[in-house]
């Protein structure tokens, strides 16, 4: 096998492993970890098949390979970061949403302690005394 076969393999396990990983402790979640772990698929299937590119390329009319790579490539980062933008306006709308629910809230008058609410519901001082069972 050629060095960068072995290389981009590697590379696309590597990150395949790492996303799993970061998926596993919740620190990566799903939506965004299917784009990782398609791009860690590609590196890998190309390190396995490089000729499978270089057919693609030729099949697409593109006369030096590695090109497409780069073309390819940065279609997807734009693809991404547009899909990172929309989502990123939908939880900024949300929260726009949710700031005007909340002054509106505090509009009607002050809002109850826990402890208040507690204390008119049983009467009491402290809801939970020594002795009270639950």
Not at 68 to 94: P, Y
Request: no cysteine; hydrophobic share 50%.
């Amino acid at each position: 096998m050629i060095t960068y076969q072995i290389t981009s393999m590697a590379i696309g396990v590597g990150l395949a492993a790492v996303i799993l990983l970061l998926v596993r402790r919740d620190h990566l979640h799903g939506p965004y970890a299917i784009w990782w772990i398609g791009a860690a698929a590609t590196v890998g299937v190309l390190g396995f098949f490089p000729r499978l590119f270089d057919y693609l390329a030729g099949y697409l009319g593109v006369q030096y390979p590695p090109i497409l790579a780069l073309v390819l490539g940065f279609g997807l980062l734009l693809l991404k970061i547009l899909t990172m933008d929309l989502e990123r306006s939908r939880q900024e709308r949300l929260i726009r949403r949710l700031a005007q629910r909340l002054a509106m809230l505090e509009a009607r008058g002050p809002l109850p302690d826990a402890a208040e609410t507690a204390q008119s519901a049983t009467g009491r001082e402290n809801p939970r005394e020594p002795g009270d069972a639950g």
